[in-house]
């Protein structure tokens, strides 16, 4: 089978959405709850919960902003959703290629009439609950999907918010933001560019994400590429369109930090929170000696799935682990194993760290 056409893109504009998912969701990329509530309550209350409502409706529309014309940043983002009609904001935006045509004519619908039927309210229902599945994500609870019925009903009032909503947000926040991370982006685009001459593309997916690895690759005649500062060290993938899928792949160097004026490395920070833990560390001994899935895992340490999982996905955070999805007999598959050198490049950094800036006296006997 012939390897998707490799594309690329970059943009500012990818990273003004994940940062809103990010700091709605920052356990997710073990960042401190205080800071990311910190940070939208720089935001008016009626602005914060129109982003709040977002995120239930959208993360980032790969879809959309693929279509951006350049510089594709946080002003093109606004100048372009000016330009469409606020009751077609959320279509636009919320419609990704993975609805079903169903799906898709039965929120149409509602938005158009400005209500909804119990009929739709369980076809939605499901719909939904199928798509969590598929995606491994918790169901919606029944007070979340009628908000989303709400928002539906409701998309020309919530147009205007949104885009007023993500004006303030790049006024008290990314325009300035945008400026620390374009630097990181064209570096990042530059370094994957010369990887992808060196190395097939599953290699190079794996190489960018520090870790993820597809035995399989998702059917698709193209594939983008894009750096992205905020979703380091994880990836972001999802469709653009019927037959081309696009990866986010982390941008951020290794020894900044994610939060602007932090002074210790995200990465550094993570892999010391990974190494702490006893549990971690008996997971890393079992891995080393071979890859293992979270089952045998749950197994060897005689722990309960949700336990090994939640550390699993500590450890793949702090890119200490190689994750592989594959397909075996009996369906789809997650296989881990341990990274030996970022265990090793952990303790570099460390020292690296610990000796930056170091006051030099003739006591100083540090090496």
């Known amino acids: 089978m012939a390897l998707p056409k490799l594309l690329w893109d970059s943009g500012t504009a990818y990273d003004m959405f994940v940062s809103l998912n990010v700091i709605h ?8 709850s205080a800071w990311a509530a910190g940070m939208r309550a720089r935001l008016p209350v009626k602005n914060r919960e129109t982003l709040e409502q977002s995120q239930l409706l959208f993360k980032v529309p790969f879809h959309w902003i693929n279509t951006l014309p350049d510089p594709k940043d946080s002003f093109t983002v606004l100048y372009v959703l000016r330009q469409i009609p606020p009751g077609e904001r959320l279509h636009v935006l919320a419609i990704d290629p993975d609805k079903s045509s169903e799906v898709v004519e039965t929120l149409k619908g509602i938005a158009k009439r400005g209500k909804w039927n119990e009929k739709e309210q369980k076809f939605l229902k499901a719909a939904y609950a199928e798509e969590c599945s598929k995606k491994k994500k918790s169901p919606l609870s029944t007070k979340e999907l009628l908000n989303i ?15 007023e909503a993500l004006r303030t947000y790049q006024e008290v926040f990314f325009a300035t933001e945008e400026k620390r991370i374009s630097p990181a982006l064209q570096g990042a685009l530059s370094n994957a560019q010369k990887l992808a001459e060196q190395l097939e593309l599953p290699d190079l997916l794996e190489k960018l994400s520090k870790g993820l690895r597809f035995t399989e690759l998702p059917k698709a005649a193209e594939f983008v590429l894009a750096p992205s500062y905020w979703c380091t060290p994880l990836m972001y993938y999802g469709k653009t369109s019927v037959k081309c899928w696009i990866f986010l ?3 951020k160097p290794e020894d900044e930090s994610l939060i602007p004026g932090e002074d210790v490395p995200d990465a550094l920070l993570r892999a010391l929170k990974a190494l702490s833990d006893p549990t971690r560390l008996s997971i890393l001994h ?15 340490l005689c722990l309960r799935s949700p336990t090994v999982i939640h550390h699993l996905k500590i450890l793949r955070l702090a890119g200490l682990v190689q994750l592989t999805l594959g397909i075996e007999e009996g369906g789809k598959i ?9 265990v090793a490049a952990a303790f570099t950094s460390l020292k690296g760290f610990l000796e930056k800036g170091k006051i030099k006296n003739a006591d100083s006997n540090f090496k």
């Open 149 to 163: 019925l709400g928002l539906w009903a409701n998309a020309e009032e919530f147009g205007e918010r949104y885009l």
């Open 334 to 342: 997650k296989r881990y194993a341990a990274r030996s050198d970022a």
């Open 25 to 32: 969701e920052p356990a997710v990329f073990g960042l401190r």
């Open 249 to 251: 792949f982390g941008a």
């Open 286 to 300: 079992y891995l080393i000696e071979k890859p293992l899935t979270q089952s045998q895992l749950s197994r060897r």
